[in-house]
């Protein structure tokens, strides 16, 4: 069974440009989470799917970002006009949809890392 | 607002000795989820423990052990006999479930140097 997969893994990107970043999980995990990570920090979230359905967005992220997971599987992050305050680690995590009161855990990929010049 | 708070920033250990990591946090939810990870130099994130709010049993998993009291709202790791592959970041993150989304909140993390 392969882990949860990114790609690519880095990114160097001047600023205005656009970069999009693909994320496949576990095969069985109908969960897909998007965090980013800046250096000294704890991930934060950003936005996640059941299935093809975004279910909630952080008021973190600008209009400059979307996600997509068309399928239900693999799931795409696009960042427009890229700024410099955009670089970090961008991690996808999928895990099988809790629901009620139970959650389950989440399972990280190895991230993207972006650098913006 | 749900928050966790790692105090320790950076912890550092003779190898063999014991080491404790806190975890304190906030939550207005009544049912949520607490989780260790790890995440060493490589920087991918490895799960390590996943505990509920209505289990306060302590966990032993091998060298690993965890500390649930909700009277304090703290969820604290050992390690027992520390290696130096346990040098690693360690978060401790907090999943509210009653509001239906299961988003992980992260806490700093702690950087644990393990001195051989």
């Known amino acids: 069974d392969t882990g949860v997969s990114q790609d690519p893994r880095h990114k160097i990107t001047k600023r205005g440009q656009n970069v999009t970043f693909r994320c496949d999980p576990i095969?069985?995990?109908?969960?897909l989470y998007w965090y980013r990570q800046t250096l000294g920090q704890g991930p934060e979230f950003l936005t996640y799917?059941?299935?093809?359905?975004?279910?909630?967005k952080s008021r973190l992220l600008s209009d400059r970002f979307s996600a997509e997971r068309p399928k239900g599987s693999f799931s795409t992050l696009e960042i427009q006009r890229t700024e410099q305050g955009d670089s970090a680690m961008y991690l996808c995590?999928?895990?099988?949809?809790?629901?009620?009161?139970?959650?389950?855990?989440?399972?990280f990929g190895p991230g993207t890392r972006l650098t913006v010049t | 607002a749900q928050k966790v708070t790692q105090a320790q920033t950076e912890i550092s250990v003779v190898e063999k000795e014991d080491v404790t990591l806190d975890c304190v946090y906030e939550?207005?939810?009544?049912?949520?989820?607490l989780f260790w990870y790890k995440q060493p130099p490589s920087g991918e994130l490895v799960f390590l423990i996943r505990?509920?709010?209505?289990?306060?049993q302590n966990e032993i998993s091998g060298r690993y052990s965890w500390n649930f009291q909700k009277s304090t709202s703290s969820f604290n790791f050992t390690i027992t006999a520390s290696q130096v592959v346990d040098s690693a970041v360690y978060f401790c993150?907090?999943?509210?479930?009653?509001?239906?989304?299961?988003?992980?909140?992260f806490g700093t993390g702690t950087r644990l140097t393990i001195i051989p």
């Open positions: 995590a999928s895990s099988l949809a809790g629901g009620g009161v139970v959650a389950y855990e989440q399972y």
């Open positions: 095969s069985e995990h109908n969960r």
């Open positions: 799917f059941q299935n093809e359905a975004q279910l909630e």
């Open positions: 939550t207005r939810d009544t049912t949520y989820y």
């Open positions: 505990r509920n709010s209505f289990d306060e």
């Open positions: 993150a907090l999943s509210e479930t009653n509001f239906g989304n299961e988003k992980l909140t």
